[in-house]
T-cell receptor
């Protein structure tokens, strides 16, 4: 079946540095992607989304980049803070109902 | 966005019993979804629950094991039936809002089956 996967299971980042989390997807027809942050003991928190007609979208300290040519999605976090420590998931909208296919997740660990 | 609550937040259950998880949303939504997140893993969609129709289950999930109710536009329940230790997971509900169906998640129910 179609998969949404991540390249790195764990990312260790020094506080203040920028983080980049990568995600590959296989369904070239996908038109909507979301990044979620999941802190320990909590449900996934919506961070930012992007439609397939865009290459880049910026939020507060976060930027999502979409490269449809190579079916690659990335989340950039600027000036990473201890509060950014969490698991990050990319998700791909599967159908018109809004079902999501989640990637494996990347654990981001922010070190002082 | 939406404020989503789930009850219970966690439970420890005996093998062979059933647990019903409640999901309450602070606004009316058409689409509600139930996911399972096994320990250390990603989220897997169990079923889609729309008000006024039968839930739609994903491959590998069946109604007898995971019956779902959706009595109105702000509430849904998921029952985990005849539980075994393999059912130990976090169960999450989510709601779809807006276009193109941004999804927001509840805090999850952490289930441990002994």
């Amino acid at each position: 079946g179609e998969n949404v996967g991540l390249h790195l299971p764990t990312l260790s980042v020094q506080e203040g540095d920028n983080s980049i989390i990568n995600c590959a997807y296989s369904n070239s027809a996908s038109d909507y992607f979301i990044w979620y942050k999941q802190e320990s003991g909590k449900g996934p928190q919506f961070i930012i989304d992007i439609r397939s007609n865009m290459d880049k979208r910026q939020g507060q300290r976060v930027t999502v980049l979409l490269n449809k040519t190579v079916k690659h999605l990335s989340l950039q976090i600027a000036a990473t803070q201890p509060g950014d420590s969490a698991v990050y998931f990319c998700a791909e909208k599967r159908d018109s109902w809004g079902k999501l296919q989640f990637g494996a997740g990347t654990q981001v660990v922010v070190t002082p | 966005s939406a404020v989503i609550s789930q009850k219970p937040s966690r439970d420890i259950c005996q093998r062979g019993t059933s647990l019903t998880i409640q999901c309450q949303v602070d606004s009316q939504v058409t689409m509600m979804f139930w996911y399972r997140q096994q320990p250390g893993q990603s989220l897997t969609l169990i079923a889609t629950a729309n008000q006024g129709s039968e839930a739609t289950y994903e491959s590998g999930f069946v109604i007898d094991k995971f019956p779902i109710s959706r009595p109105n536009l702000t509430f849904s329940t998921l029952t985990v039936s005849n539980m075994s230790p393999e059912d130990s997971s976090i169960y999450l509900c989510s709601v779809g809002m807006g276009s193109p169906n941004e999804q927001f998640f509840g805090p999850g129910t952490r289930l441990t089956v002994l």
